[in-house]
């Protein structure tokens, strides 16, 4: 934009409507600038306005006409058509986008040099330190993962450590930027902080040294008596209801709300906290708490679902409080549940009540830890065949904020995946370690700190095995539904891997599944010094995209396990014993999980209901309510789905039988 110097007539109108500046010739001005739409305007050192020839509308329909009104400006640039009206204060140092608002603001400045919140460093997990993430713009999940939990490569942690405090000398500035279209309204005061096209800032009490990456794609809104300070809140964000933020990371699509306290804290993709509090935890996506007296603290979450007065503690007083936890993918909180750390819960697990002797069920994944009697008892695989893991991960993919084209977090949504799979895999080895060390009639186990009883292994053991046959049996026939095949050697061509990446171990990456081979190879790619951090995205999305290709290398080895050959010897008997196999999984854990939904509409749940009359009107206010469970969605879904499966299955078979 060109820019020109004050007329002699134009100063004397700006003097004329009160305006004053320390020198006039310090002030330049767009070409088609008019003089008129400035009043009661104090300038200070170098400062440039555009042109206002546009009216703006206010929430509620009330048009104002651009320009500046009532306000003190120092070393700042104006956009066009942009609108500032009674800053009781002064804005200082910014450079301000065209058709910004900005109105009843008590202050806005930048204070010396500023990173505005990049490399600021969170100590996550561990309150006594050692896992301090230094945070910026740019952090995904995945590489907040990794700078947490691999502490024990140290070079390669240093290597990231550089090329951050790098990135976030280059956002450093002595000049703060408000981007175009930005709502900032009735405000306190805005310190060393950008913010980022489209946001918009409504009674917003406090904030400092941080940055608002809103775009036109996915704004950001902060809301009323909300303070942040050291922070990054990335696109898409939602905070209100004087939520308070501090030294934290917010991702993309994540809302806040209803008094959230987050202190140390990194938060990513759709998480959502509401009434809360959080304090130094790594909260991968979706972790959700929204309820009063839940307490969040030193651990690492993802999918979580924390119930009303989920609490944890990691201090032993002892030494401090530097305890640590981990949630690992799926898990649940029931109501007053609490866990002391450290303590490790397996993935798409429940507990309920009290847990204080740091049990360890991550080899045992979707199970059920229940206090009894102040001690843990463990359900091996009891969560697969309940309705609520199921919708959990209906809702997910639903659930996604994400707005931006642009999605920081690589987030793979499957229930059932190698990473799951391995675990079942391993929880029938532990089992059955378990009967072969104390014997078949013992009535209790003893594992990891928690007891699991006779019939629990004996049917969690069973649980697992159909878990492993419905995901084998979905590759299997995921990979046949997508080719042509007419002969056997046909089918050993389509059953052959794209790559041989997949084998062996996989892990969870905050979202990211991925082969632990693929993410060690980048680890030490990174420790030389030969991915930057946009390589080391890619590198990451890389994964997530060839996810499917490298989960077929890792279930087609498994099912070589199971046939006891090669896919080049594999018969047809033996995929044909597989795919009834699968068929059977899926029938079976559905008709769990339709029985497990029966619970909802039994005579138990119609409790409460018809208060006033017989057990005929609680029975229709019940279905007029809740509805009928035939016509529940859910139940029709999963009986579609058993229907659709089983002529899945039966083509399948079809065709294998006609070669």
């Not at 691999?150 to 976030?168: F, G, S, T, V």
């Not at 429940?350 to 002797?357: D, I, K, S």
């Not at 060390?437 to 649980?463: A, D, F, M, P, Q």
């Not at 047809?572 to 059977?584: F, G, H, M, S, Y």
């Amino acid at each position: 934009m060109a820019f020109r110097k004050l007329t002699s007539a134009e100063i004397a109108q700006l003097e004329a409507q009160d305006c004053k500046a320390t020198n006039w010739s310090d002030i330049e001005v767009a070409e088609d600038f008019d003089a008129q739409y400035v009043h009661h305007t104090k300038f200070s050192g170098h400062n440039k306005i555009g042109a206002f020839r546009r009216e703006i509308e206010m929430p509620g329909g009330l048009k104002v006409h651009s320009g500046i009104y009532n306000a003190t400006l120092h070393n700042c640039e104006v956009g066009d058509d942009a609108h500032l009206y009674n800053i009781h204060n002064y804005i200082a140092n910014y450079t301000i986008g065209a058709h910004t608002c900005i109105e009843n603001v008590n202050a806005i400045l930048v204070d010396r040099r500023t990173t505005f919140g990049n490399g600021v460093r969170v100590p996550v997990m561990n309150e006594g330190g050692g896992r301090e993430i230094p945070i910026f713009n740019e952090l995904s999940a995945s590489l907040a993962y990794i700078l947490t939990l691999y502490r024990h490569r140290p070079k390669m942690i240093e290597e990231l450590e550089r090329q951050i405090d790098a990135y976030a000398e280059a956002q450093a500035s002595e000049r703060g930027f408000i981007g175009d279209h930005v709502r900032i309204l009735n405000c306190g005061s805005i310190k060393n902080v950008k913010i980022g096209d489209y946001a918009e800032l409504s009674g917003v009490s406090r904030l400092k040294n941080g940055t608002v990456n809103s775009n036109e794609s996915a704004p950001v809104r902060l809301g009323s008596g909300v303070k942040c300070a050291d922070f990054i809140i990335a696109s898409g964000v939602e905070i209100g209801d004087s939520t308070l933020v501090d030294k934290c990371f917010v991702g993309q699509g994540c809302i806040f709300d209803k008094h959230y306290s987050a202190g140390e804290s990194l938060f990513f993709s759709n998480c959502q906290g509401m009434h809360g509090e959080a304090c130094a935890i790594f909260a991968g996506p979706y972790t959700v708490t929204h309820h009063k007296s839940t307490l969040l603290i030193a651990g690492m979450f993802s999918f979580l679902n924390a119930g009303s007065g989920s609490n944890q503690s990691n201090h032993m007083y002892k030494l401090g409080p530097i305890h640590q936890g981990v949630a690992e993918r799926g898990a649940k909180t029931t109501s007053d549940s609490y866990l002391l750390w450290p303590s490790k819960i397996g993935a798409f697990s429940l507990v309920m009540g009290r847990h204080t002797h740091h049990a360890d069920t991550s080899e045992l994944p979707f199970s059920y830890l229940i206090e009894n009697n102040s001690e843990s008892y463990l359900v091996p695989g009891a969560n697969l065949r309940t309705v609520g893991t199921i919708r959990d991960a209906q809702k997910w993919p639903k659930r996604d904020n994400r707005k931006d084209p642009k999605k920081l977090d690589c987030i793979n949504f499957n229930l059932l995946s190698p990473y799951t799979v391995q675990k079942m895999w391993r929880g029938r080895e532990v089992l059955d370690e378990l009967v072969a060390l104390s014997g078949e009639n013992t009535e209790v186990y003893g594992y990891r700190n928690c007891k699991i009883r006779n019939s629990s292994l004996k049917h969690g053991r069973e649980l697992y095995t159909i878990g492993i046959q419905k995901f084998l049996g979905n590759s299997l026939i995921s990979r046949l539904e997508k080719a042509e095949w007419h002969t056997l050697d046909e089918v050993r061509k389509v059953l052959r891997p794209d790559s041989e990446i997949g084998l062996g171990t996989w892990v969870d990456l905050a979202g990211l599944l991925a082969p632990r081979s693929e993410v060690t190879k980048m680890l030490d790619e990174i420790e030389r010094g030969q991915l930057s951090l946009d390589a080391i995205a890619e590198r990451l999305h890389g994964m997530h995209a060839h996810y499917y290709s490298y989960e077929w290398t890792w279930a087609l080895e498994k099912l070589e396990q199971v046939w006891g050959c090669d896919v080049e010897h594999v018969t047809l008997d033996q995929i044909r014993r597989t795919v009834k196999e699968w068929k059977a999984a899926v029938v079976g854990l559905d008709k769990m999980v339709y029985n497990d939904a029966r619970k909802e509409f039994d005579l138990n749940s119609q409790t409460g209901f018809g208060v006033d009359g017989d057990r005929e009107q609680a029975e229709a206010d019940f279905e007029e309510v809740r509805g009928s469970f035939e016509s529940n969605s859910f139940v029709k879904a999963v009986l579609e789905h058993i229907e659709k499966k089983t002529e899945l299955g039966d083509r399948v078979l079809d065709k294998l039988a006609h070669i």
